[in-house]
């Protein structure tokens, strides 16, 4: 079974703060790495994905990936209470298994003012 | 405006009543997908289809069926609903369901089986 890791939380921040996220992933063959956001009874949108070994930054968030240690990350810098929400992570096996998401069971992130 | 619509957004049904949900998508995306989502379980893969009257089986398949006829809609068909089968359900949609596609949710539907 293919699967993807995260701690489920809660996560809790002050205002400002940098929020960690972190998801570990046990298919070695997974090529991409999305991270959505989900707010309470709401779908999934997404944050960014990543798919070279390193860090990828788009404004207030960065992704890392560490394909040896089969690891994601996502910081938040300068959190807000509006990015209260869950955080999932979610692998893409590629090859045949193009366009498969694999999900973690989400992180819940409180930024309290 | 690009989006995947769902509907109904909320049932309350009975068991072994079929019921279809609907999904369509206007971004002539070739890849859909249904998700069920669970407390504590995630997101986990019902059916996909890669192009039309192409479909195959996710993580989660037993007690559902879907069909690709065109490709905007991909419905979403539970032909006898047992309790267990109460859950939040999403449709997504990918340009081309390659490894970097980014996937497209709808807004839900939560369905209840009495």
């Known amino acids: 079974q293919k699967e993807v890791e995260q701690n489920s939380g809660p996560l809790s921040v002050p205002e400002g703060a940098i929020a960690s996220l972190n998801c570990t992933y046990s298919?070695?063959?997974?090529?991409?790495f999305f991270w959505y956001r989900q707010y309470s009874g709401k779908s999934p949108e997404l944050i960014m994905f990543?798919?070279?070994?390193g860090d990828k930054e788009d404004g207030r968030f960065t992704a890392q990936l560490n394909k040896a240690s089969q690891y994601v990350s996502l910081l938040i810098r300068d959190s807000q209470p509006s990015d209260s929400a869950t955080y999932l992570c979610?692998?893409?096996?590629?090859?045949?298994?193009?366009?498969?998401?694999?999900f973690g069971q989400g992180t819940i992130l409180t930024v309290h003012p | 405006e690009a989006q995947v619509t769902q509907n109904p957004r909320y049932l309350i049904t009975v068991t072994g009543k079929k019921l279809t949900v609907t999904c369509s998508q206007n971004?002539?995306?070739?890849?859909m997908s249904w998700y069920r989502q669970d407390p504590g379980l995630g997101l986990r893969q019902i059916y996909y289809?890669?192009?039309?009257?192409?479909?195959d089986k996710g993580d989660v398949p037993e007690g559902y069926k879907v069909s690709r006829k065109e490709k905007r809609n991909f419905p979403l068909i539970l032909e006898s609903p047992s309790p267990n089968q109460t859950s939040l359900y999403f449709c997504?949609?990918?340009?081309?369901?390659?490894?970097?596609?980014?996937?497209?949710f709808g807004p839900g539907t939560r369905l209840t089986v009495l």
């Open positions: 298919d070695r063959g997974s090529q991409s």
């Open positions: 971004m002539n995306h070739e890849y």
């Open positions: 979610a692998a893409n096996a590629g090859g045949t298994s193009y366009g498969k998401l694999t």
């Open positions: 990543i798919y070279s070994n």
């Open positions: 289809s890669m192009n039309v009257e192409v479909t």
């Open positions: 997504a949609s990918s340009l081309g369901g390659t490894s970097t596609d980014t996937q497209y």
